[in-house]
């Protein structure tokens, strides 16, 4: 009963946003640069006119980071050969860990067309604040710890607006039904 509940709220924070006015929308999101898991130089506008799954994550991250990942790549494999109009993000907010060289090993497990991306903390907290994420290293014994943070998945359509969040937790046919709803309407 508990999780049934929790599936309808997320339905319905999702609704209300997927139905929120566009100029709340265009306060989300916005282009950037950062640095890919190659050390080039990325712009988000390199990537008009395809639709853009984007998660904020770190790399040791035990649980959460890698399921939301690979409900994206799972989205990627459903969509076939529309796949290549879908591109998806990994943006790391963990700059002091996850450097260019962790976050190509790191990817590498997942799929090679997955963009890593990182950055300074300074130009990693301009972003997560322009996508409104928040998150907050939390000590653990000794030198360990682990980052506490937003676990959306954020769809841009074509022309690089935020179209839709979609809340941690659902499935990945949820998501897989979102972007091809973006790719029909784009």
């Known amino acids: ?3 049934i509940a929790i599936v309808l709220l997320f339905l319905f924070i999702q609704g209300a946003y997927a139905s929120a ?4 929308k265009k306060l989300i999101g916005g282009d950037f640069q950062l640095t890919d898991q190659n050390n080039q130089p990325f712009d988000l506008k390199q990537l008009r006119g395809k639709v853009v799954m984007i998660f ?20 990627l494999h459903e969509l076939g050969k529309e796949a290549n ?3 998806a993000v990994f943006i790391s907010i963990d700059p002091e ?4 060289n962790t976050l190509n090993s790191y990817l590498k497990e997942f799929q090679s067309n997955l963009i890593g991306l990182t950055g300074s903390t ?13 998150y907050k290293a939390m000590k653990m014994m000794g030198e360990n710890y682990h980052v506490q943070h937003n676990a959306d998945i954020f769809i841009l359509n074509g ?5 839709t969040i979609v809340p941690y ?13 973006i790719l029909t309407d784009h």
């Open 1 to 3: 009963m508990k999780q």
């Open 21 to 24: 006015p566009d100029v709340q």
């Open 56 to 75: 904020f994550g770190y790399t040791s991250c035990p649980e959460v980071c890698p399921t939301e990942l690979s409900k994206m790549i799972s989205t």
């Open 85 to 87: 109009k879908v591109q």
């Open 97 to 100: 860990r996850d450097s260019v």
């Open 122 to 134: 300074k130009e990693i907290a301009k972003v997560a604040k322009q996508y409104q994420v928040t």
């Open 159 to 163: 022309d690089g607006n935020l179209a």
């Open 169 to 181: 937790g659902m499935p990945h046919t949820h998501v897989t039904k979102v972007v091809k709803s």
